[in-house]
């Protein structure tokens, strides 16, 4: 410890600029890791809500969600056996407020259930974004497709669906907006599956996530660049601690010679690395839970300690990784030649 501090006093500037790397990489995964969540959440938050269990979707609908239907007699079935289950359907549409404003909405509908909202013919729930676009409990909504109006009863939080605030109505209702009487989807709460059932496609949680449309190449191309990001910092690391250590044979030699272990090496390397990656991650936690506190509200942005915590340890795995592998060639270090070489 004592080695590898007053070797980072003697280099303050090369160090510095390891640091200063560091902390602008780290703070840009932080920020990109809070932009994935918070799409994930804005896309999703209706499914990601629902405790644990597995999705039916009729097997013809090559995993679209609206081309899925559920046979009335399957699902009369299931909900029979399973008491817990419910049949629920959701589609993409439109209200018009009381200044004839249209609101993107997804229209979500189902049997009854506690996971659900449950509202009465004619009225309807909104995600609570809804009320900050002006929206009030006792307005009247109207749709071109449906004969009646929608009287607004209440606001629930976290309900979006495909980037829109989902709209809880009737089953009636929803039948007579598109003309359809079957279910969509049928959701089973539990850990474990009920198995197979003629006719339909089994998802857990996290398999029916990717039926979403733009969810699956949303997150996947976001998390591509954080853990690209991630292999960076390793790969600095390791060139930089490279670099170091080329022109530090000499040193490597004497040190040696006097009776120095290999590991006692590698332990200044290593304590360096971490003082490096502790201080920037220091920094770059603090700026992302500002931003993260900042961040306007129609950002979808969102960094939970949790993911900060994974993503922090994930660096110093990579960066113990990298620094390692370029500190393999002071195990090779013969004290005589290094000597010789003399230290540039």
């Known amino acids: 410890m004592n080695m590898a501090w007053k070797e980072m006093k003697k280099n303050k500037l090369r160090f510095l600029i390891l640091g200063s790397i560091v902390f602008l990489v780290s703070l840009l995964t932080f920020i990109i890791s809070g932009l994935a969540n918070g799409l994930s959440q804005d896309n999703a938050a209706l499914i990601k809500g629902l405790p644990e269990g597995h999705f039916y979707m009729s097997k013809d609908a090559d995993q679209t969600i609206n081309?899925?239907?559920?046979?009335?007699d399957v699902q009369g079935n299931m909900l029979k056996?399973?008491?817990?289950?419910?049949?629920?359907?959701?589609?993409?549409?439109?209200?018009?407020?009381?200044?004839e404003?249209?609101?993107s909405v997804a229209f979500v509908t189902s049997t009854e259930s506690s996971v659900f909202e449950m509202v009465q013919k004619g009225e309807v729930v909104l995600d609570l974004s809804m009320k900050e676009k002006g929206i009030q409990v006792g307005d009247s909504l109207t749709n071109h497709q449906y004969s009646g109006k929608f009287i607004v009863k209440g606001f629930v939080d976290q309900k979006k669906f495909s980037h829109a605030p989902v709209a809880f109505i009737h089953s009636e209702d929803y039948q007579e907006m598109y003309r359809v009487k079957e279910m969509q989807l049928i959701f089973v709460p539990g850990k474990d599956s009920i198995g197979a059932v003629t006719g339909l496609d089994v998802f857990t949680k996290k398999q029916f996530l990717n039926t979403i449309s733009s969810y699956k190449a949303e997150q996947t191309s976001l998390?591509?660049?954080?853990?690209?990001?991630?292999v960076i910092s390793g790969?600095?690391?390791?060139?930089?601690?490279?670099?170091?250590?080329?022109?530090?044979?000499?040193?490597?030699g004497i040190l040696k010679a006097i009776g120095v272990k290999t590991r006692t090496l590698f332990h200044m390397m290593w304590t360096q690395m971490i003082i490096i990656t502790v201080m920037a991650l220091m920094i770059s936690i603090s700026l992302s839970q500002v931003f993260n506190r900042l961040?306007?509200?129609?950002?979808?942005?969102?960094?939970?300690?949790?993911?900060?915590?994974?993503?922090?340890?994930?660096?110093?795995?990579?960066?113990?990784?990298?620094?390692?592998?370029?500190?393999?060639?002071?195990?090779?270090?013969?004290?005589?030649?290094?000597?010789?070489?003399?230290?540039?």
């Open 67 to 72: 081309l899925s239907r559920i046979d009335r």
């Open 223 to 230: 998390n591509m660049i954080v853990w690209f990001l991630v």
């Open 101 to 103: 404003k249209q609101q």
């Open 81 to 99: 056996k399973h008491k817990e289950a419910v049949a629920f359907s959701i589609q993409m549409g439109f209200l018009n407020d009381e200044d």
């Open 295 to 344: 961040a306007p509200k129609d950002m979808p942005f969102s960094l939970t300690i949790e993911t900060t915590a994974q993503l922090s340890s994930v660096y110093f795995i990579i960066g113990f990784i990298g620094a390692t592998i370029s500190g393999l060639q002071i195990k090779k270090v013969q004290p005589l030649q290094a000597i010789q070489q003399g230290e540039v």
């Open 235 to 252: 790969m600095l690391f390791g060139i930089f601690f490279y670099m170091m250590n080329v022109q530090k044979m000499g040193l490597y």
